[in-house]
């Protein structure tokens, strides 16, 4: 199936970047994409793109409610991977978002084209806060979900454990999507 095109970014290097849903299509280039990612990524991710049974599960969840998936294209290459995933109980009103671009795409405006349509589809599920927790050296995140609103609510020292074995502190930004008045 193909999905509706949402962004399009144009490269200035002459790539055409489509921002779209992830379908139930795209287990093999989503699988290529996590295996194309460089080792150093891994060390900033907690989503396990470089695992097949973690790609077979995020494609077969492509119509959950809790959860909105998105690529960015080349033509058949992916170059870009978010979510935002609704957290359960007393979280529920949070959103949980993932995002991350291929090497050799980056510094284009795909990943801010990705966060904004995260953004944007956070409202539609009818979230409240979205957090995003990025490693302490991992700037570029950090700087484009800042630009966007997004505050440092804390640091989670050593709360992250590397490839290596070494322990990471995490940056905690949030956003407040709308007035939440439920407290
Ligand atoms: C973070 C990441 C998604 C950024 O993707 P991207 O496509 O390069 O982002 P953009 O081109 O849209 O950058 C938007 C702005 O963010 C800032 N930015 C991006 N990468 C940066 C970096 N490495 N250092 C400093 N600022 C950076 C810049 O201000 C940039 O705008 P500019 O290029 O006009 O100056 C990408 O580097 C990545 O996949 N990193 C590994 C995974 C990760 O850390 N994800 C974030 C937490 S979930």
Redesign the pocket.
């Known amino acids: 199936m193909t999905e509706e095109p949402l962004r399009s970014v144009s490269t200035d290097d002459g790539h055409d970047v489509t921002i779209r849903r992830l379908s139930e299509d795209d287990r093999e280039a989503l699988l290529a994409f996590g295996a194309d990612l460089p080792k150093d ?1 891994w060390l ?2 907690d989503v396990e793109l470089q695992t097949p049974t973690t790609v077979s599960w995020l494609v077969n969840a492509v119509d959950a409610r809790n959860w909105r998936q998105f690529v960015a294209v080349d033509g058949e290459l992916i170059v ?1 991977y978010a979510n935002v995933r609704q957290l359960p109980g007393w979280k529920r009103h949070v959103g949980d ?5 291929r090497d050799g ?11 904004s349509v995260i953004v944007e589809s956070a409202t539609e599920m009818g979230l409240k806060k979205l957090i ?4 302490k050296e ?4 950090q ?2 979900f800042k ?1 966007f609103g997004f505050q440092q609510e804390g640091i989670l020292a050593g709360h992250a454990v590397d490839y290596l074995g070494n322990h990471r502190d995490l940056v905690l930004l949030s956003f407040q999507l709308a007035e939440d008045t439920s407290s």
């Open positions: 990524d900033y991710l870009g978002i993932a995002l991350v671009v795409y980056r510094r284009h405006g795909v990943g801010r084209a990705l966060a995003v927790e990025v490693v991992q700037i570029g995140g700087v484009i630009r």
